[in-house]
């Protein structure tokens, strides 16, 4: 079960805060600075950028980008001599947005570039020899990546070989010397001035078109692309990608959902009609439209995705999302199989710091997503591998604050090939290296956890009474978005609410609990994704936290709770020492 602990105050929030945020939201300004206090803004002016995120203010030049002004005059040379441009991008959806990117401004500018996607199962992440070698047959003369070629020395060193100039746009982490890369645009490279880390690929290939446009302008070229209609593609790469959601990328997808949702992509207008998506959002880009471009790359080719984001013709785009509606139908079938197996198997042992668990037969394109519905399940790390013989390919993900990169760096040693960061690792092992695994991924958390098992915390923004709850103060908390990484939405508490309803809807295999909740005189209506499992009947007292939302239907605002945890009533202590605690600042 989770912990329940409270933000701290660290003292009252400054009065220029509360000042600055009234500016933009009036009546519920002491809750809102208190929600950017808890998120780590805290000076006015920062607070009011949170706010009003805008193009002009809120993104930094891309010649701070180390190797920026190379990048950007090589492209510009390229154009302007008719040499071939290839697009190497990765079978992520950041790969795939920053590729489709690239293809689509290129093509307006007047190139044919060509396409290589990298396949996941044929030659996994990164660049490939034998990839590079084609393009280069094939008359390519400068290289683009899009999320990849950081970790990749020899491969580059192949591709000068070749005679290829490689531009490398990517945002993993760099190693301590330089890539052989003709240009690396890496914000995370030693040396890059450019002062937010946090860029996804798509956004540094986003930062790439910025400067190669500022290039052209400084060439004389006239007539150039407009990039705030990229701006949908930036938008889709950055969140799927959980990146946090600050600074520059909170700019680049705000803009970016107001794009997607007029977008005039045919592939997005028919990758948003096979998702049901009628209104753009990180959610809907989660949940909705991520889902069916990884499909692709997970279960066949995901050039077929870049495909679809960057045809022109409306037959084509309907055709193509049509076929990635099979391949996310085909994925979800094949997660919900391997889930109960590796249920089965978890199930069946005592469970320690992590969970590794391998099967033969099982698909290596899924093990990532059913790693991530362990650790929704039992609050641990968690390893999958697929075993094809002698050969384990396995990924890992992890709870916020256990760096689950480090772990397994610890046993470098163990696999044939192996990446990632704190959150999410990919490998290559023998089947004999299993057991060794496991125990060595075992003593590695132990000696970064303390000796103590992880133990799961949902931190609460503050205290309520359903009194308080309306669609105004809905409303006013929309003025935070986009949630997502390094932004989490709000999260409030109420006490002693009564269980008036409830029922179970949605997938079996992953019920939710749908609720009718009232305290104060007041009830309304909540449901509680995931939670079906949870022992609630009517009558019930419970303290809840929840997150107040609007759904809008056919014009109307309807408020609806949507409800992360639940525990009975008074099993939880009030917060201690803080302002909430003495003073609520919602009015």
Request: with cysteine.
């Amino acid at each position: 079960m989770r912990r329940w602990t409270w933000h701290e105050a660290r003292g009252p929030v400054p009065a220029a805060l509360v000042a600055a945020v009234a500016d933009v939201e009036r009546p519920y300004a002491p809750l809102l600075a208190r929600l950017l206090w808890n998120r780590g803004v805290r000076e006015p002016d920062t607070a009011a950028r949170f706010l009003r995120p805008t193009l002009a203010e809120g993104l930094r030049s891309p010649r701070l980008l180390k190797d920026m002004d190379r990048a950007a005059a090589r492209l510009a040379d390229a154009l302007a001599a008719g040499e071939r441009i290839a697009v190497y991008g990765d079978y992520d959806v950041d790969g795939i947005a920053g590729a489709a990117q690239l293809v689509a401004c290129l093509r307006e500018l007047g190139a044919d570039p060509l396409l290589h996607v990298s396949h996941r199962a044929r030659e996994g992440y990164g660049l490939h020899p034998e990839a590079l070698r084609g393009l280069a047959g094939a008359g390519a003369r400068v290289v683009v990546t899009a999320d990849c070629g950081t970790g990749n020395p020899a491969e580059l060193a192949v591709a000068a070989d070749l005679g290829l100039d490689v531009i490398v746009c990517d945002h993993h982490l760099a190693p301590a010397t330089r890539p052989p890369a003709f240009a690396l645009l890496n914000p995370l490279q030693t040396g890059c001035p450019f002062p937010f880390k946090g860029l996804s690929g798509a956004g540094v290939v986003f930062y790439l078109l910025m400067g190669l446009r500022m290039e052209l302008r400084a060439r004389g070229r006239a007539v150039l692309p407009d990039l705030r209609r990229y701006l949908d593609l930036v938008a889709l790469g950055t969140v799927a990608d959980l990146v946090p959601l600050r600074e520059e990328n909170r700019v680049l997808v705000s803009h970016g959902l107001r794009a997607l949702d007029r977008t005039a992509r045919p592939g997005l207008v028919a990758l948003k009609e096979t998702a049901l998506v009628e209104a753009a959002s990180v959610r809907a880009i989660g949940f909705r439209l991520a889902p069916r471009l990884n499909a692709a790359g997970r279960l066949a080719d995901a050039r077929r995705a870049v495909e679809m984001l960057v045809t022109a013709r409306q037959d084509e785009a309907r055709a193509l999302a049509a076929e990635l509606e099979v391949h996310n139908a085909e994925r979800r079938a094949i997660e919900e199989a391997m889930l109960a197996e590796a249920v089965a198997l978890v199930d069946g042992r005592a469970r320690g710091r992590h969970l590794l668990v391998a099967r033969e037969g099982w698909h290596p394109g899924v093990a990532g997503i059913v790693a991530a519905r362990l650790v929704e399940r039992y609050h641990r790390p968690a390893v999958v591998v697929a075993l094809d013989g002698d050969v384990g390919r396995g990924s890992g993900r992890s709870l916020d604050g256990v760096d689950l990169y480090a772990a397994v760096t610890d046993c470098r040693d163990l696999f044939e090939a192996v990446g990632g960061h704190a959150q999410a690792v990919g490998f290559t092992l023998r089947r004999g290296q299993l057991r060794a695994l496991a125990a060595r991924l075992e003593a590695a958390l132990g000696r970064r956890d303390g000796g103590g098992a992880p133990r799961p915390a949902l931190a609460i923004d503050a205290e309520t009474s359903f009194a308080h709850v309306t669609p105004a103060l809905a409303a006013a908390l929309e003025r935070l978005e986009p949630f997502g990484a390094g932004n989490p939405e709000p999260v409030l508490s109420a006490r002693n609410v009564e269980v008036q309803g409830a029922g179970l809807v949605g997938e079996p295999s992953r019920p939710n609990l749908k609720l009718r909740l009232r305290q104060d005189g007041r009830t309304l209506a909540a449901i509680g994704y995931g939670l079906g499992h949870l022992p609630v009947r009517a009558g019930d007292r419970l303290d809840v936290a929840f997150t107040p939302r609007l759904s809008r239907w056919q014009g109307l605002d309807r408020l609806r709770l949507e409800v992360i945890d639940i525990r009975p009533t008074g099993r939880v202590a009030a917060p201690q020492d803080t302002e909430m605690a003495r003073e609520s600042p919602i009015p």
